[in-house]
């Protein structure tokens, strides 16, 4: 369905609201993927109902009017700007949480994540539970206020805990905890009284714990192994973008192999654009690692290193290239 519904929009046949939010994201209508709308134009319709109301977004899909669906997309676009900002504000909160302190100090953290803050924002606690959980590898759950003594929460797992029935399992032996929750195996919310939050925060802990090891508190990130240098190249990364839509249990292929870092900037505050050659150092790529915490990132010119990547094709200017989106660094 994915496929079919992607063969359309590429030939033109969508709506007025998919073309303007393509259009306001930088993307081509003519060649987008199913990433695309995952992480261009999806975020820009979810900022409506995280934010004020999901009938922009809506209002935006079922306009016929060019002129009116471009308005809808600048509206949403600033919408998910500012989404972004509330996101960035409330993830420094968390880090700077005493115990996430301590762990990045070298102590031992625990094999979950609650964390409740009065000023965080109901309709971003989700993207956050996610960035956290991502960062820590480690289920997680944020909490905001909810009004009439209530806090919401939104949770995000990994691999090996399934949230709902987890916490399904903590209101059975404590009804009086959980006022409603719901959702699925990685991502549920919740909602309790304010003053149980401390006596939620153990008990989710005690779950966890019977539910995973802690081998599964440690990221794992597989590779399908290593490309020749002459591998490395557009045409393999086309042919992988036409071998999706790539998604949950049919994941992108990911490849690792040894380079030197040439040089390298940060760009976009939180975004390192890299070159990098291969061992023999007479093949050359382009390479960028997104979302880097700059704090810990360690890689300097000239240091050899594994990287983990997705291979991509990058367009500026009009012109294509192969680009390696780092996934992971390893040690040699």
Request: aromatic residues 8%; glycine residues 8%.
């Amino acid at each position: 369905m994915v496929q079919q519904g992607l063969q359309r929009i590429r030939a033109g046949q969508c709506c007025a609201g998919i073309r303007a939010l393509a259009d306001i994201a930088g993307k081509k209508c003519s060649r987008l993927l199913a990433s695309d709308f995952g992480f261009a134009i999806a975020p820009r319709l979810n900022a409506a109902g995280r934010l004020e109301d999901m009938k922009h977004g809506i209002e935006c899909l079922l306009t016929d009017d060019p002129i009116a669906a471009q308005q809808y997309a600048v509206e949403l676009d600033a919408m998910n700007k500012t989404r972004r900002m509330i996101q960035d504000d409330m993830q420094n909160i968390a880090l700077n949480d005493a115990r996430l302190a301590a762990w990045q100090s070298g102590e031992a953290l625990p094999w979950s994540v609650c964390l409740y803050d009065s000023s965080w924002h109901q309709g971003v606690i989700g993207v956050l539970a996610g960035r956290i959980k991502e960062r820590f590898h480690r289920p997680a759950i944020m909490f905001a206020d909810a009004g009439a003594g209530e806090i919401k929460g939104s949770a995000r797992s990994v691999a090996g805990l399934h949230i709902r029935d987890a916490l399904d399992s903590i209101a059975a032996q404590n009804p009086h905890i959980l006022n409603k929750f719901g959702g699925h195996a990685m991502a549920a919310g919740l909602t309790i009284q304010r003053e149980h939050f401390a006596q939620f925060v153990e008990l989710f802990e005690q779950e966890v714990q019977l539910w995973l090891d802690e081998t599964d508190l440690d990221a794992a990130l597989l590779s399908d192994g290593q490309l020749l240098a002459e591998a490395i190249s557009l045409e393999t990364a086309e042919q992988l973008r036409a071998a999706g839509p790539w998604g949950q249990r049919f994941p992108e292929p990911v490849f690792d192999g040894v380079f030197k870092i040439i040089n390298q900037k940060l760009v976009g505050e939180k975004h390192v654009r890299l070159r990098v050659s291969w061992q023999d150092e007479k093949s050359f790529f382009d390479a960028i690692a997104f979302n880097v915490d700059v704090e810990q990132w360690q890689l300097a010119v000239g240091d050899y290193v594994r990287l983990a990547y997705r291979l991509d094709v990058n367009e500026y200017n009009g012109v294509r290239s192969v680009q390696l989106v780092v996934q992971g660094v390893g040690e040699l």
